[in-house]
C-alpha cells in the first residue's frame, strides 16, 4: 500500500465553523507534511510532523491546528477560517524527515478542496 | 529569484512530439524530485534523483549536480501527460522547495 489517503475531498465550511481534515498512511513513514496550495502555485509548507512530534510550524496562524495521534494519522483542525484560508490542502508522508542524506521518496495525497464562505 | 526556476512555464505541444522541461536551482541539495500534479488532484512523485538519469516508461529525468540543473523528458507525448510538473529540491532534511510548475497542454 503506497497510497496517502486524504478525507473528505471537497469541504464546504463557514467562517465560525470547526471542521477536521484527515490523512492517513500505512507505509510506516515516520514524517508527515501538510502543505497549503493555491491556484496555480506551488504548494507551501505549513506543518511538519516527525515520529509523532511536531518539527515544523512554518508560522501558520493558530486557526489552523495539527495533530498526530499516531503514527499513521494526521489531523488538521479548522476553526474561525477566513475565505482567504481557501485553497487545496495537501498531505504528505515520507520515511523520515531528518534523513541527512539523498532523502527518501515523499507520497502525496489526493488533496482536500477547503472552500471557507 | 527563486531558489528553484522551471522553463517554461507553459508548454503545449502535439501528440508524439518529444517534450523537455527544465529545472535549475542555486542551493546545494541532496535531492531532486520530479511530481505531477493533474488540475484539481493531488501530486504523484514521478522521480526521486540524486545523481545520473532515470527511466520509467516514456518519461527519463537527468541530473546535472555540478551545473545545478534537471530535465525531465516525455517522449511520444500524448493528452494524458497534460497536466502541472513540478520540479522540488531538497536540501539536508526532506522538507521540499518547490519550483513554480510547468503546465503542460498535449493536444491530440
Known amino acids: 500500500d503506497t497510497e496517502v489517503t486524504q478525507t473528505p475531498k471537497h469541504l464546504v465550511m463557514g467562517m465560525t465553523n470547526k471542521k477536521s481534515l484527515k490523512c492517513e498512511q500505512h507505509?510506516?513513514?515516520?514524517?508527515m507534511y501538510w502543505y497549503k496550495q493555491k491556484a496555480k502555485k506551488p504548494p507551501e509548507l505549513m506543518f511538519v510532523?516527525?515520529?509523532?512530534?511536531?518539527?515544523i510550524n512554518e508560522s501558520v496562524p493558530s486557526r489552523f491546528s495539527p495533530e498526530c495521534p499516531n503514527s499513521s494519522l494526521l489531523n488538521l483542525h479548522l476553526h474561525a477560517l477566513q475565505p482567504e484560508d481557501s485553497a487545496l490542502y495537501l498531505c504528505?508522508?515520507?520515511?523520515?524527515?531528518?534523513?541527512?542524506?539523498?532523502?527518501?521518496?515523499?507520497?502525496f495525497g489526493q488533496g482536500t478542496r477547503l472552500t471557507v464562505v | 529569484k527563486n531558489e528553484v526556476e522551471q522553463s517554461p512555464q507553459n508548454l503545449t505541444a502535439q501528440e508524439g512530439e518529444f517534450i523537455t522541461i527544465n529545472c535549475s536551482y542555486s542551493?546545494?541539495?541532496?535531492?531532486l524530485h520530479w511530481l505531477q500534479q493533474h488540475p484539481g488532484g493531488g501530486i504523484v512523485s514521478l522521480f526521486m534523483?540524486?545523481?545520473g538519469k532515470k527511466k520509467h516508461g516514456r518519461l527519463i529525468a537527468t541530473i546535472n549536480i555540478q551545473e545545478k540543473h534537471s530535465s525531465l523528458h516525455i517522449t511520444a507525448s500524448h493528452p494524458r501527460d497534460s497536466a502541472v510538473y513540478i520540479c522540488?529540491?531538497?536540501?539536508?532534511?526532506?522538507?521540499?522547495?518547490f519550483g513554480t510548475g510547468t503546465r503542460l497542454q498535449v493536444f491530440p
Open positions: 534523483l540524486s545523481s
Open positions: 522540488a529540491v531538497k536540501r539536508d532534511t526532506d522538507k521540499l522547495i
Open positions: 507505509m510506516g513513514h515516520r514524517a
Open positions: 542551493v546545494g541539495i541532496s535531492a
Open positions: 504528505a508522508s515520507s520515511q523520515e524527515f531528518l534523513g541527512g542524506g539523498p532523502g527518501t521518496e515523499a507520497f
Open positions: 510532523y516527525s515520529y509523532e512530534k511536531l518539527s
